[in-house]
């Protein structure tokens, strides 16, 4: 097949695999996807591989290590501002279920970073993400490029096979049955989800997706509903997030069965290790000691080079002679937010987002990139940041420029192949199977050049990488 047909095939298959529901916006009635399709992969060097076979055991200590950092701030062990900036703009209810022994040792399942490759040849950490999107779309686009002899990373089944064994491990049994409950607020992944239940049962790991109302509570467990008959629950995917529990039916009862140890619930309810406000903490100076001796010799520095320097937007006023650590303008130390304001566009290569548990904090919704904004819209931000303090606290984070690659794309407007300066955004997909990370595969959202929020938009490139040989 020539490129051409290589796009219209993956074009024609993608319906067959049923990941995306009919209504589609602003894409060419033609086109089965919600991004342009490409005839190959995103290629990486073995180098690069090795880089992300080490990234993930990392992030699990980082997770680790943060869960042990919230759990002994809130027991005083730690500086309690520590909790206290966690738990911030969270509901009472929503902040003890986090904290439950039931759950103290408990971490996401999947962790899924948002990652730049640098103009400089590094790569930059920018966000963390344990209930991510496009587990399942991933792993279509993995088989159906591997069918055109690409040696995609994770091979045909890497994702599918990567989440099966975490949720075996999670159920310590060889054959559970896994419900991925999806919100109605998560509805667009619906269909993506579906396709990975299919898969999933199809590798030996019996699976329904299902919305929230649809699964059924009893005293000794959960169960759902199917064609045949009733059928008992051992692990929930929580495909929803804690900032939507009250539009959510039946939450109350999957964390009670979760409490009661009827089930496994994955992610747990832990809304903490889901904030962008881990990474400002990584960088906190008082807390460095913490950091080396839990993350050890190895992560500690690996980290230090890929988190960008981050901090919390905290609007309470500093004492004269403090300064914001580690923030300066032309050699100058920041001690007052406002100093921000007045910058230059050239100074403020700078990045302001929700830190979570929020609408907002998905996403590019609510990203506001400095340089890339008058300066009426960058203080708006930054009042608007400041001003959210108290329900939803926002980060300030270096930015960094993605490096700039060309990729084909089919046009079905024209009917032709185009070439697209672009700049990507890589998203590896690490399963967690006990004191284990497994790497699933890799995504690639490689964006026009000129933007410079990175995300799956519609005029996006998304492939999986593959290994260059």
């Not at 996807?33 to 200590?61: A, K, V, Y």
Request: with cysteine; glycine share 6%.
């Amino acid at each position: 097949m020539d490129v051409k047909q290589i796009c219209l095939f993956i074009n024609d298959e993608i319906p067959k695999e049923k990941l995306f529901s009919s209504e589609k916006r602003d894409v060419h009635p033609d086109c089965n996807t919600s991004w342009r399709i490409s005839p190959e992969p995103f290629w990486i060097s073995q180098e690069d591989l090795n880089w992300f076979e080490e990234l993930g055991p990392h992030l699990l200590s980082f997770y680790r290590a943060c869960n042990l950092l919230y759990s002994q701030s809130a027991r005083g062990i730690q500086p309690t501002w520590v909790a206290e900036y966690l738990d911030i703009g969270k509901p009472e209810n929503v902040i003890q279920q986090g904290r439950m022994n039931r759950f103290k040792s408990q971490l996401p399942g999947v962790i899924r970073p948002d990652i730049l490759p640098t103009t400089d040849n590094s790569k930059a950490i920018t966000e963390l993400d344990s209930i991510p999107g496009f587990i399942g779309a991933t792993g279509c686009l993995a088989r159906l490029y591997t069918k055109l002899g690409y040696p995609i990373i994770g091979g045909k089944d890497g994702m599918v096979n990567g989440y099966a064994e975490m949720i075996r491990a999670l159920a310590k049994k060889d054959d559970p049955t896994l419900a991925i409950v999806v919100s109605d607020e998560s509805e667009d992944y619906r269909p993506e989800m579906v396709w990975l239940a299919n898969a999933l049962c199809d590798a030996g790991l019996r699976t329904v997706a299902v919305k929230p109302h649809e699964v059924i509570f009893t005293e000794e467990g959960l169960l759902v509903q199917t064609e045949d008959s009733k059928i008992d629950i051992d692990v929930v995917y929580r495909f929803y997030e804690l900032f939507d529990l009250p539009n959510i039916p039946k939450a109350e009862l999957i964390f009670y069965s979760a409490k009661k140890r009827t089930v496994v619930l994955t992610p747990p309810p832990k809304a903490y290790l889901e904030e962008k406000l881990c990474l400002a903490l990584f960088h906190h100076p008082s807390l460095q000691p913490f950091w080396q001796r839990q993350l050890g010799k190895k992560t500690y520095p690996f980290l230090q080079e890929a988190i960008p320097q981050t901090w919390i937007l905290d609007p309470r006023p500093l004492p004269p002679h403090a300064v914001i650590p580690n923030l300066e303008i032309d050699n100058m130390p920041v001690t007052d937010w406002q100093q921000l304001s007045k910058v230059t566009q050239k100074q403020r290569e700078l990045v302001i987002k929700p830190s979570g548990f929020s609408e907002f904090a998905w996403g590019s919704r609510g990203v506001k990139i400095g340089h890339d904004l008058p300066t009426e819209e960058w203080e708006a931000a930054i009042e608007n940041g400041l001003a959210s303090f108290e329900k939803t606290p926002h980060v300030l984070q270096q930015f960094h420029t993605a490096e700039r690659v060309r990729m084909q794309y089919y046009d079905f407007e024209t009917k032709d192949m185009q070439e697209m300066p672009a700049r990507p955004l890589l998203r590896p997909y690490y399963f967690v199977v006990g004191d284990t990370v497994k790497l699933g595969g890799i995504q690639a959202a490689v964006c026009p050049a000129d933007k410079k929020i990175l995300h799956g938009m519609v005029d996006s490139i998304i492939v999986p990488c593959a290994k260059r040989e």
